[in-house]
C-alpha cells in the first residue's frame, strides 16, 4: 500500500478519535491532547510494517475508547434508574394496579 493511502488511513483514525471524544464523556480536549502526540510521534515512519502495526495500535485503542464509553452511558442509566423511590418502581412492576391498563 503507498503511503498517500496509509495518509488517508491515519487522516480517518484521527477523525474517529476526535468524533468518538465528542460523544464521550472525556471531551474533544482530553483525546486532542493525548491522541495528537502519539500520531505527531509516528509522522515520520516509513516502513509499511510499522505503519501498520501503528495503525493497529490506534484501532485497538479507539474500540476501547468506544466500549468505555458504552460502558459509562450503561452504569450512568442504571444509576438513574436505580435512585428511583421504590414506591414509583412498584407502581410500574405491579400488574394489580389499574393504572396501568387502559379500559
Same mark, same amino acid.
Given at each position: 500500500?503507498?503511503?498517500?493511502a ?5 487522516? /480517518? ?6 468524533? =468518538?471524544? %465528542? !460523544?464521550?464523556?472525556?471531551?474533544v ?11 505527531l510521534?509516528?509522522r515520520?515512519?516509513? /516502513?509499511?510494517?510499522e505503519?501498520?502495526?501503528e =495503525?493497529? %495500535? !490506534? ?6 475508547l468506544?466500549?468505555?464509553s ?6 450512568k442509566l442504571k444509576k438513574?434508574y ?21 379500559e
Amino acid at each position: 500500500m503507498s503511503l498517500p493511502a496509509y495518509s488517508a488511513r491515519v487522516r /480517518d483514525l484521527y477523525r474517529q478519535f476526535i468524533h =468518538i471524544g %465528542k !460523544s464521550t464523556f472525556l471531551g474533544v480536549d482530553v483525546i486532542r491532547k493525548r491522541v495528537k502526540p502519539q500520531f505527531l510521534k509516528a509522522r515520520d515512519l516509513k /516502513d509499511p510494517k510499522e505503519i501498520e502495526k501503528e =495503525i493497529a %495500535k !490506534s484501532e485497538y485503542i479507539l474500540k476501547e475508547l468506544e466500549a468505555m464509553s458504552m460502558l459509562h452511558k450503561y452504569r450512568k442509566l442504571k444509576k438513574d434508574y436505580n435512585s428511583l423511590p421504590e414506591e414509583v418502581i412498584e407502581g410500574f412492576i405491579n400488574l394489580d394496579n389499574p393504572k396501568n391498563f387502559r379500559e
